[in-house]
């Protein structure tokens, strides 16, 4: 059958395919050329990556370090998300306000955070060490289990929210029919509640292990010498093994393409049609005792989640190089804000990210808003594969699509659909733009979803040309998705690393380039200040964002 | 089974009281409901009607008042140790189990070795015309089929009582009356003791043996679905139960005299009110007469609507007085001049 006869519209396909030839181009051709990179001297790259002991220990490490994050991120996420839905008690408020806190730190800035606090000379490492009247710092933060800390701050906020939206959407009437047919608390924990949950955190412990796959600036800051694929792949590209990088990029991007597929798997059979007659009542906390445990867990969980921040902001305020064995740093100065206002140098690497999370959102939000209008409002031949396509960026690791990048875009040639960008400026907004897709596309896919289809039959019935169905009732119905997919991509365009330590170049370091700079100099004050004016970017982007929620949308 | 099973049980409710902010919930609400007994309790949305279930059930907790069970307490008694079964209103059917799992989860519950807890949900499913469906997955059931699963799941642990929370609301027209009338035998067949929650009149007289009316937390009347329709209480009554119009008339002892037009006609009458009453015209109790005849109102036909066995006509009587006439008469006009007249005694008379 033809395209016509099947009623695809000759329009549909003028906007389908340049959109299909762009993502192919950007996202799906460089992963297609590391593999074949992989292959460039026939099997001798992947034989060299299976002898070489370096890679072995870097894939074991990979995988313990991936593990451990998902056991950590669901014993903190599922019970915090318990204890915030079910439950009253004084400090739920603070405790709600603060819990998703982690994952508004910048990935960089949250490592450079724990060194500040818990490494060899951190401001909680000493303080136990006095305590404790010990000669050394009782521990180091370095190997798998700094790795595994710190990723279990910041990615039990996955499972905690999918849990939390699991629990919100369900209905509560089924917990009463379990009670009321004589099910124990416990039995109808076990046998009801936890079995509907089990899409929501088995969804949320594929998303940690994506994450904890491809992490890159924790093993980078703190591995102490031990190896993961991610920076494993970062050394082998600087020494010039760029068959054996391509070997690793393709063993991580194809674990984690799995992960990707299991996490789909696992979505449509989160389709349990759920009644909502949930009367969502929180048990309030009544008993004296539960209630003094409660607020003082409460307090801690509270400290220790905005521990970080406050440290970064803290020590903007010291002066460099001053602070050495102190607990505290023992001077504070606003020098290293003042800095910025004298040299413009310092201005450029804020400059440069602005910019170039700027042009990478606003191509996001183009290109994202018609592929999400194709998927939801259009038939066309090759609609699962721009679903495909939209997802991919979401599953491979930055360092893998930096990779990818950089072996691809690394000289004119027309033939092979090269254009040389490594080296210039446009490369780290490309690299922003494939990784902020999968964000943008699928928030704005979710508010056209919630669109009754009708609408768009409605407006052209009533003579409205496509342009303005388009602008008056396609566009408002996306909004919403689209800012809110929009905020998330700029946010992690302006504060990215993992992409960016691959690929940058002087002219154009990120914000990011330039902590890991002065923190490597041992300007912790400085480093700290770039931090909090990077924290401040993500607050305004989420300023921003909110006053355009604000004005009436079509829902 | 013609005898109620043994484990059905008299229901209790003292003073039940149950407050949200400064409107009452439910208000010092005391009811009876016997052994075998099929109750309804029917309301307008915010009656209260649901949330009287819930404390029964032990899901909300009362304010005052007690809750007795053959004349135990079980006031402070959580939902799982009540023995009661509950039909919620949109079933709360556990999707992850089979048909045969969600019927036997009471069971499980109650710790009944598996083969039992098997057979004994078949018998269950079986009562309710579901016996090929124990393997079935929830989601793949019809609306109905769900509420016979849901209705199998609260009788298989044979409940002292059975709650049920608008059972018949999420079906479509055709079904609800066909699920109604088998509702209505599987109930009277298994003599279970039964409340219902229903904002429908119809159900409620359909399957009740007596029927309470809610409104604003207040019980106001109770009794059969007869007495209800025949001898309202109060005027908020006459006015929820059936059609009917409310006509200012006079009380003189066992007669009341209605004067529309000029024309008084003095009936029997029933019901306490006495001196200047309103008297309840219900549509069934007013017939067409010759218009020569003595005692008959004269009125327009403003309106007309067949409904099948009979045709609804609104009549506009003198001083603007619009009644309701049902009758099998097919071959008045709208617009026509009818004469009205009473045809059934006595006429119910409320309090103005």
Known sequence: MSDRARGYSLGTRLLAWPILALLLWTVVYPNIAVIAGSFSGGLDNWRAFGVNPADREATWSTFVVSFWSVVTSVLIGVPLAFLLTRFEFRGRRLLSAVATLPAALPPLVGVVAFLFLYGESGVVTRVAQRALGLEHAPWTLTGIWAIVFIHAYTMYVYVFLFVQAGLERFDTSLEEAAAGLGASKWTALRRVTLPLLTPSIVGSMLLVFMSALGSFSAPYIFGGGMRVLSTQILASKLNGAMGLAYVETTVLALTAVAALLGLRWFERRRTYAMSTKGRATRTVVRSRAARAIGAVLAVVIVTVLVLPHAMVILVSFARDAAWTTQVLPPEYTLDNFRQLGRDAQLWVPIKNSVLMSLIATGANVVVCFVAAYLIVLRKFRGKRLLELLISIPWAIPATAIALGLASTFDRNDPATL?????????????????????????????????????????????????????????????????????????????????????????????????????????????????????????????????????????S | MTEPPRTA???????????????????????????????????????????????????????????????????????????????????????????????????????????????????????????????????????????????????????????????????????????????????????????????????????????????????????????????????????????????????????????????????????????????????DSLAFVPSDSADAWPGVVTERRFTGSLVAYHVRLAGDLDVEVHSTRRDVKESERVAVRVVREPVAVIAP
């Open chain 1, 418 to 554: 090269r254009v040389l960008l490594v080296g210039t400026f446009w490369i780290l907004p490309l690299a922003y733009f494939v990784r902020g897709i999968p964000l943008v596309a699928s928030a704005a896919e979710g508010s056209l979803k919630q669109m009754d289809p009708s609408l768009e039959d409605a407006a052209r019935g009533l003579g409205a040309s496509w342009w303005m169905t388009m602008r008056r009732v396609i566009l408002p119905a996306a909004r919403p998705g689209l800012v809110a997919g929009a905020m998330l991509a700029a946010i992690a365009a302006v504060g990215e690393f993992v992409a960016s330590v691959v690929l940058y170049t002087h002219a154009n370091r990120p914000i990011s380039m330039e902590i890991l700079a002065q923190f490597r100099n041992l300007a912790f004050g400085t480093a700290a200040a770039y931090s909090v004016l990077l924290i401040v970017l993500v607050l305004l982007i989420t300023g921003v964002a909110r006053l355009s929620e604000r004005r009436p949308a079509v």
């Open chain 2, 9 to 283: 049980g008299t229901l209790s409710l003292e003073g039940l009281t149950r407050r949200f902010g400064n409107n009452a919930g439910v208000n010092a609400l005391t009811l009876e409901v016997g052994r075998g007994e099929l109750l309804a309790l029917i309301g307008a949305s915010g009656s209260g009607k649901t949330t009287t279930l819930r404390m029964i059930a032990g899901y909300e907790r009362p304010d005052a008042g007690r809750i007795l069970i053959d004349g135990a307490d079980i006031t402070s008694l959580p939902p799982r140790k009540r023995d009661f079964g509950m039909v919620f209103q949109h079933y709360a059917l556990f999707p992850h189990m089979s048909v045969g799992n969600n019927v036997a989860f009471g069971l499980e519950a109650r710790g009944v070795a598996k083969a039992e807890r098997l057979e004994r949900a078949n018998r269950a499913l079986a009562n309710v015309g579901l016996e090929a469906a124990a393997d079935r997955a929830v989601q793949s059931l019809s609306g109905g089929e769900q509420q016979r699963v849901a209705l199998a799941r609260a009788l298989v642990i044979e409940p002292r009582v059975l709650l049920l929370d608008e059972p018949l609301s999420n079906l479509d027209p055709t079904l609800r009356r066909s699920t109604r009338e088998e509702l209505r035998l599987t109930l009277r067949r298994l003599g279970v003791t039964a409340v219902f929650v229903t904002h429908d009149q119809e159900d409620a007289f359909a399957i009740a043996d007596r029927v309470a009316v809610l409104q604003r937390g207040t019980l106001l009347q109770v009794g059969t679905p007869e007495e209800l329709y025949d001898l309202p209480a109060s005027r908020a009554v006459a006015e929820f139960i059936g059609t009917g119009a409310l006509v200012p008339a006079r009380r003189q002892g066992a007669e009341v005299s209605i004067a529309i037009g000029g024309v008084t006609r003095s009936v029997r009458a029933e019901g306490a009110a006495t001196g200047e009453v309103l008297a309840v015209l219900r549509p």
